[in-house]
C-alpha cells in the first residue's frame, strides 16, 4: 500500500505541464430561441435569488440550465426589452425599447401610465430613490419619476443638461444623479419644484457624456464615459467634486462600473472586462479566452452567492468574481501538478510545479512577478513536496529522495540540514510547526527541532532535542504534522492512525476510538478549538477532544478520498479532492461544492497542497493550476426554495388568493423550484403534504402530484438542498382545506334527521314496491316489442331470398350451387344474430357484401357498393342485425337495375350517422312491398338509443342517416 501511494506521487509529478492565467472562473450560456442566437440586453435577480433575462424577445428566468419565458398577458408585438430592475419589495420591473415601463405580476404585466410626447424613447435604467419612488432614464425622453399612479417626465425644460440619460445613482439624501451626453445631473424636489444641477467638462469631468454610474463601498462615485475612460467623484453637501481622474485609459467606450470588495469591474465595448483596483491600476480578463477577451460587455449584477453575471450579445457569463481566481501566468511559466504550495507572511506565494521551486507577488491588479529558485543541483532536480515558512520567514523546504532545504528569501541562499542521515537522503511529506519548534516527517518517520535565529548574522541555529517518544514512530509512513492553539501535536499515519504528542507522550487513536480510517493524511485546527483531519477512502472527521464526529457522502461530502483539510477564521473547513473542493460550515454543518460545473475541470491535487495567505485568501495547488479561494467574500446561503405553481385538475390556480375547495376539487399538483447556479444539478427536494403523509419525500424532480385527497385540512412543505440533507434547509409552504361534501356537514345531518322524524315508514315502502312494480312492468313490455321486432326480420328476408334464387335458377343454372352455398351462409349467419340486439359495424358490412353477392347473380356489374368507413369506426360502431341489407333489399326492389340505369349504393359516416344512400331509378311499375323493413330499423333505432332514423329523397337519390351507436354508450 505504501509503495502504491509513492508511485501515485512520482506519477502526478512526470505530468505534462498547462499554462493558466490568474481570472475568475467562469462559464458561458448561450440564449437560442427556437435556435437562433437572442441578444440579452439586461439582466436582475429577484429577491429569491432567479435570474430574469430581458431580451430582443421578451423576458425569460434562468434556471441555470434553461432560459423560461414569461408569459406577456399582452399581445404587444415590439418586446425589445432594453433594461431590467427589480424593487425593493422584490417586484420586477422591465424597461422597453418603445419607452414602455411595466411591472410583472403573476398575471402578466402592468404597463404604467406615461402620457406625453417622448413616450416611445428607450428606456435605459430603472431605479428607486431613498423613498421608494421609482424613476427610470430614457434614451432621447430624459428622466420620468413616478409616484403612484402619476408620472413626471423631468427634461430639458427642468433644467436637465440633456435628454439622453444613460445610468441613474441614486443618493441617501433623496436626489439621484443621472449620466447623459452632457455631463452628470443632480436633480432633487424641493420647495416644490425639481431642482437640477449639472456636473461636466467645465468642472472637471474628462468626458461630458458619461455612460455608467455607480457607488462603492467607500462611498465614491464612479463615472464610466464614452471616449476618456473612468473617474472617481466625492458627494458632498449636495455637490460633485472630482476626486481622482485616470487618464491612461485605452479601452474605448465603457458600459458598466462594477465596484466589488478589492477591486472594479469595468464593462467596455470592444475590449471585454477590465479589473481595476481602489489605486487606479488595471488589466484586462479573461486574456485568454478569445471569446471574452474582445467581447461587448454589456451589463454586469453579483448574485446573492457573490457570483457575478455579465452579458455579451446572445452570451450570459457566469463568474465567479473575487470568490474564485486562477493564477495567471506569463508565457515563460508553465504551471501545472502543483506539489506542494506556501502562502507566505509576506504575502508572496510560493510553489513547485514539476522539480521547480517558484515564488509569485502581485506588482498590479491580475498581474504577478516569479522568481525561479534552484534548490538543488540543476543537473539533478529534485521533487519538491513540502514548504513551510517559520517565525523569522525562513522557507523549509521538503524533497522527495534529498532531505530538507532552507531557503533565506533575503539573501537568496540556500542549505540543506545534514545532521540526521534519514533527514540529510529522506522523503519529506510534511514540515510544519509553531513559534521555535519545528516538526519534519515522511516515509523514513518523524523528528523534531528546536530553532534559534541570529537576526545581524541571519543564521539559523538548530538543536535536536529528545527524540525518544517519537522512537515509536520510526520507520513508519508520516503524511502530516500540525501542532495546534494548545501546544498538542497531531500527526497523520500511514494505517497507524492519529497520533497525538503532548508533554513528551504519545497517544494513539483508531477506527476503535472512532476515526474513519487509519490513514491519516491532512490535519487543521478550527477557530473553535477543534481538530480536523482527512483520511485515505474513508471522508473526514473532527474531534472535541472527547469523541470523533465523522462526515462521509451520506453526510453531504463529495468524495471520501479527501487530499487536504484546511480551516479559516470564518467558521468555513475547506476539504480537497480530486473532482473539485467542497466548502463545510461547521455552524451549519451544510456543504457547498466548487467542481467542473463551476469551472474548475477535475483537480486531481497531490496532498496537503493549501495554505493560508496573510490575507484570508486560501492558496490551492492542483493538477490544473493554482486557485484561489477568497473566504471573506464568499457567501454562505441555504438554496432557496419556492413553490412556482398549484394546480386543481392539472389547471393553474391563483394559490396566493385561493385556499378553500369542495369535496370534488381534490386532486392537487405541485410545481416547486429552487437555484443554485454554481451547480444546478446538485439541487434535491424533499416535500411533505401534512394531513395526507407523515413522511418526507426526496426526488430531483420538481413536483409533487396529489390525486383524490379526501377532505381535511392540508399543508404542502417543500425544501431544497446540494445533497440529502435537509435539516437545516429553509421551507415554502401552501396550507388549503378541502370542505366536507354538504350531506356531511353538520347542518345537513341535522334537517336530514328531522325530516325522517316526520316521514310516515309505512308510505315509503309503499312508494318503492310501487315503483319496483311499475319499473319491472315496463321492462318486460320493452323486451317483449325488441323481440317482436327483432323477429319480423327472418320471414321477410326470407321471401326476397327464395325470389331471387329462382331468379338466378332460370337465367344461370350454373351459379346456382354457389349461390345456395352462399344462401346457406348468409342463413347460418341469421341464425348466429337472431338473439343479439346490436353487432359490429364491421359484422353487419360482412352481411351485406354477402346478400349483394347473391343479388349479383341476377344484376352482375349493374349492382355496385362502395364502403366509405375505416376500420376503426368499423369496429368501434354498433348496428341492429340485418340493417343495412334491409336497405340494400329496399333499394333493389323499388329501382329499376340496368346496363343503362346501374344502381349504385354507398355507405359513410357524416355527423354523428350512418349513411345508406343509393341512386333513384324509378321503376315503370309499382313492386308490392310488406312494408315492414324501414319500419323495423326505424324502431329498433329508438329502442336501442332513443334517437330517429332520418330519411331524405329526391328524384336523383335516396338517403337512410341511422344514428351512429359506439359500444360505450350502449
Known amino acids: ?160 443638461s440633456d435628454n439622453y440619460c444613460y445610468s441613474i445613482l441614486p443618493l441617501a439624501d433623496g436626489s439621484v444623479l443621472t449620466g447623459t451626453d452632457q455631463g452628470i445631473n443632480r436633480i432633487k424636489f424641493e420647495s416644490g419644484k425639481w431642482q437640477v444641477s449639472v456636473f461636466s467638462s467645465e468642472d472637471g469631468l474628462p468626458d461630458n457624456i458619461v455612460r455608467h ?63 481595476a483596483d481602489y489605486s487606479g491600476g488595471f488589466s484586462p480578463l479573461f486574456e485568454k479566452d478569445n471569446n471574452l477577451k474582445s467581447m461587448r460587455a454589456a451589463f454586469a449584477l453579483r448574485d446573492h452567492d457573490n457570483n457575478i453575471w455579465t452579458i455579451s450579445g446572445h452570451r450570459l457569463v457566469r463568474t465567479s468574481g473575487e470568490i474564485w481566481q486562477k493564477l495567471e501566468s506569463d508565457s515563460e511559466l508553465k504551471i501545472h501538478s502543483v506539489h506542494s504550495i506556501l502562502a507566505d507572511s509576506k504575502g508572496n506565494v510560493w510553489f513547485s510545479p514539476d522539480q521547480q521551486l517558484y515564488k509569485a507577488w502581485q506588482v498590479k491588479p491580475g498581474k504577478l512577478s516569479y522568481k525561479k529558485y534552484f534548490i538543488t543541483n540543476k543537473n539533478k532536480l529534485t521533487d519538491i513536496v513540502s514548504l513551510y515558512e517559520d517565525p523569522y520567514g525562513m522557507i523549509w523546504i521538503g524533497t522527495l529522495g534529498e532531505g530538507v532545504y532552507i531557503l533565506d528569501p533575503q539573501t537568496n541562499k540556500v542549505i540543506k540540514l545534514k545532521d540526521d542521515i534519514e533527514l540529510n537522503e529522506g522523503s519529506i511529506l510534511t514540515i510544519n510547526g509553531k513559534d521555535n519548534e519545528v516538526w519534519i516527517a515522511g516515509f523514513g518517520g518523524i523528528l523534531k527541532l528546536q530553532i534559534a535565529f541570529e537576526k545581524n548574522s541571519r543564521k539559523l541555529n538548530i538543536t535536536y532535542p529528545d527524540q525518544s517518544a517519537l522512537e515509536t514512530l520510526k520507520g513508519d509512513y508520516i503524511y502530516y504534522v500540525f501542532t495546534d492553539s494548545k501546544s498538542k501535536t497531531w500527526i497523520g499515519t500511514d494505517e497507524k492512525g492519529l497520533v497525538q504528542y503532548s508533554n513528551g507522550k504519545l497517544r494513539f487513536f483508531n477506527k476503535e476510538d472512532g476515526l474513519p480510517g487509519n490513514t491519516i493524511v491532512s490535519i487543521d485546527e478550527d477557530k473553535n478549538g477543534k481538530i480536523w483531519l482527512a483520511c485515505i477512502d474513508a471522508g473526514i472527521a473532527s474531534y472535541d477532544g472527547n469523541r470523533f464526529k465523522i462526515y462521509s457522502v451520506r453526510n453531504g461530502l463529495s468524495d471520501i478520498n479527501c487530499s487536504s483539510i484546511l480551516c ?7 476539504i480537497t479532492h480530486a473532482n473539485g473542493v467542497d466548502i ?28 493560508h495567505g496573510h490575507d484570508g485568501r486560501v492558496w490551492i495547488g492542483t493538477e490544473r493550476g493554482i486557485f484561489i479561494f477568497n473566504t471573506s467574500v464568499s457567501t454562505w446561503k441555504q438554496t432557496p426554495v419556492w413553490i412556482k405553481s398549484v394546480s386543481l385538475f392539472l389547471q393553474e390556480i391563483d394559490f396566493n388568493s385561493l385556499n378553500r375547495f369542495s369535496h370534488d376539487q381534490n386532486n392537487f399538483t405541485f410545481e416547486f423550484g429552487s437555484v443554485w447556479y454554481n451547480d444546478p444539478g446538485r439541487i434535491r427536494f424533499s416535500y411533505i403534504l401534512e394531513g395526507y403523509s407523515e413522511d418526507w419525500q426526496e426526488s430531483k424532480d420538481e413536483s409533487a402530484s396529489y390525486p383524490r385527497l379526501a377532505p381535511g385540512k392540508y399543508t404542502f412543505k417543500v425544501r431544497s438542498s446540494l445533497n440529502n440533507h435537509f435539516h437545516s434547509s429553509p421551507e415554502a409552504s401552501y396550507s388549503f382545506i378541502i370542505t366536507q361534501p354538504f350531506w356531511k356537514q353538520w347542518w345537513f345531518r341535522i334537517i336530514i334527521s328531522l325530516a325522517l322524524a316526520l316521514m310516515i315508514y309505512k308510505l315509503i315502502r309503499r312508494r318503492e314496491q310501487r315503483l319496483k312494480r311499475e319499473q319491472k312492468l315496463a321492462e318486460e313490455r320493452l323486451q317483449f316489442r325488441f323481440d317482436t321486432l327483432r323477429n319480423q326480420v327472418n320471414p321477410h328476408f326470407l321471401f326476397n331470398s327464395f325470389n331471387t334464387l329462382i331468379t338466378v335458377i332460370e337465367k344461370n343454372p350454373g351459379k346456382a350451387i354457389n349461390y345456395v352455398e352462399n344462401l346457406s351462409e348468409f342463413f347460418r349467419n341469421i341464425i348466429a344474430y337472431k338473439d343479439k340486439s346490436t353487432i359490429p359495424l ?20 349493374n349492382l355496385s357498393l362502395n364502403i366509405k368507413v375505416s376500420e376503426d369506426e368499423k369496429n368501434q360502431i354498433l348496428i341492429p342485425p340485418l340493417s343495412l341489407q334491409m336497405l340494400a333489399e329496399n333499394a333493389l326492389k323499388h329501382n329499376a337495375i340496368s346496363h343503362e340505369t346501374p344502381l349504385k349504393l354507398e355507405v359513410e359516416i357524416e355527423n354523428d350517422f350512418l349513411i345508406v344512400k343509393n341512386n333513384m331509378n324509378k321503376k315503370f311499375g309499382t313492386e308490392k312491398s310488406t312494408g315492414t323493413g324501414l319500419q323495423n330499423i326505424i324502431s329498433r333505432y329508438k329502442l336501442l338509443c332513443g334517437k330517429d332514423v332520418m330519411i331524405r329523397s329526391d328524384e336523383k337519390q335516396f338517403k337512410v342517416m341511422l344514428p351512429v351507436i359506439r359500444k360505450n354508450t350502449v
Open 1 to 160: 500500500m505504501r509503495l502504491i501511494r509513492f508511485m501515485t506521487l512520482i506519477l502526478s509529478i512526470l505530468s505534462v505541464l498547462i499554462v493558466h492565467s490568474q481570472d475568475p472562473l467562469y462559464k458561458i450560456h448561450e440564449f437560442k430561441l427556437n435556435g437562433s442566437k437572442t441578444r440579452i440586453t439586461s439582466v436582475c435577480i429577484d429577491s429569491l435569488g432567479i435570474l430574469w433575462c430581458g431580451t430582443e424577445k421578451g423576458l425569460f428566468s434562468f434556471t441555470g440550465t434553461e432560459f423560461i419565458p414569461y408569459k406577456w398577458n399582452d399581445s404587444l408585438d415590439n418586446k425589445i426589452i432594453n433594461t431590467v430592475h427589480t424593487d425593493s419589495k422584490g417586484r420586477i420591473w422591465a424597461g422597453m425599447k418603445n419607452g414602455k415601463l411595466g411591472m410583472l405580476t403573476s398575471k402578466g404585466i402592468i404597463w404604467q401610465k406615461i402620457d406625453d410626447n417622448f413616450g416611445n424613447s428607450p428606456v435605459s435604467d430603472i431605479e428607486e430613490d431613498a423613498a421608494g419612488s421609482f424613476l427610470c432614464s430614457t434614451e432621447g425622453g430624459g428622466l420620468i419619476y413616478f409616484s403612484g399612479d402619476s408620472s413626471i417626465r423631468i427634461t430639458t425644460n427642468h433644467g436637465l
Open 213 to 275: 454610474l455607480s457607488m462603492d463601498q467607500n462611498g465614491l462615485i464612479w463615472a464610466g464615459m464614452q471616449d476618456k475612460g473612468f473617474c472617481r467623484l466625492e458627494y458632498i453637501n449636495g455637490s460633485l467634486r472630482m476626486a481622482e481622474q485616470f487618464n491612461s485609459w485605452s479601452y474605448g467606450q465603457i458600459n458598466f462600473i462594477l465596484p466589488l470588495s478589492k477591486s472594479v469591474w469595468i464593462g467596455t465595448e470592444k475590449k471585454g472586462i477590465i479589473s
Open 568 to 574: 479559516d477564521k470564518n467558521g468555513k473547513v475547506i
Open 584 to 611: 463545510f460550515d461547521t455552524e451549519s454543518e451544510t456543504f457547498q461544492y466548487y467542481s467542473s460545473e463551476s469551472g474548475m475541470g477535475e483537480l486531481n491535487p497531490d496532498l496537503n497542497t493549501v495554505s
Open 842 to 861: 364491421t359484422e353487419e358490412l360482412e352481411l351485406l357484401s354477402n346478400y349483394l353477392y347473391l343479388q349479383k347473380s341476377r344484376y352482375g356489374e
